[in-house]
């Protein structure tokens, strides 16, 4: 079941660049999307989200661009620091819906 | 800040005997979860749990795994008859409201079933 796909496993940036990490997903019926940060040992936490009326959320240094025609979400974090290092999870759920479906991870490694 | 707690942080059992993982949910929140993670794979939905029964369940949710709110703050996840391949971490999560919200997540509980 691979509802919603992260297909890049790690992504590795320098501070201060743009992180851009991205998600695909394919069932239509989603409609609230959000990101969450994990450190290891540690349970995720909730970074950004976006529902399927917009287009775009923006808080501070991390921005969620969401293309419903393509079934794509990316996260954009400018500029990147090295506490950023994480992995990064891309989540769905469709309204109605008591579960979240969580993408597989990127981990994001920001160097100094 | 409120935070969703979980006991213990790492559990050890033998395959085949019954484990309880423990949660307390953040207070004021009404929707409870349990997912899982295996070490290099990603996050599972478990269960999730509303007016205390059972919202929905994944296909991993057999009849080994139930849940349960035994008082006003807890939120227990037991596995009867562990199997190795339940060895993961069970994170407990809850939300305010159900649909489009962010779900809380506690630090997780670390199970190895030996």
């Known amino acids: 079941d691979q509802q919603v796909k992260q297909n890049s496993p790690s992504l590795s940036v320098q501070e201060g660049r743009i992180s851009i990490l991205n998600c695909d997903y394919t069932?239509?019926?989603?409609?609230?999307f959000l990101w969450y940060k994990k450190y290891p040992a540690e349970g995720p936490t909730f970074l950004i989200s976006?529902?399927?009326?917009?287009d775009k959320n923006e808080d501070g240094r991390f921005t969620v661009f969401l293309n419903k025609s393509a079934k794509h979400l990316s996260l954009h974090i400018v500029p990147s620091q090295p506490g950023d290092s994480a992995v990064y999870f891309c989540a769905a759920s469709g309204t109605g819906g008591f579960k979240t479906i969580f993408g597989a991870g990127t981990r994001l490694f920001v160097k100094a | 800040e409120p935070e969703v707690t979980q006991t213990p942080s790492h559990q050890v059992t033998q395959m085949g005997q019954e484990v309880i993982l423990r949660c307390v949910p953040i207070s004021n929140h009404l929707y409870f979860y349990w997912y899982r993670q295996i070490l290099g794979q990603k996050v599972e939905f478990l269960v999730s749990?509303?007016?205390?029964?059972?919202?929905?369940k994944s296909e991993i949710f057999d009849d080994q795994f139930s849940v349960e709110r035994p008082d006003g703050s807890n939120f227990t996840l037991k596995i009867r008859s562990t199997k190795l391949e339940d060895s993961a971490m069970y994170f407990c999560a809850s939300s305010a409201l159900w649909g489009n919200t962010e779900a809380f997540f506690g630090q997780g509980t670390r199970l190895t079933v030996v």
């Open positions: 976006i529902s399927s009326i917009k």
């Open positions: 069932n239509s019926m989603f409609d609230y």
């Open positions: 749990f509303y007016n205390n029964e059972i919202s929905e």
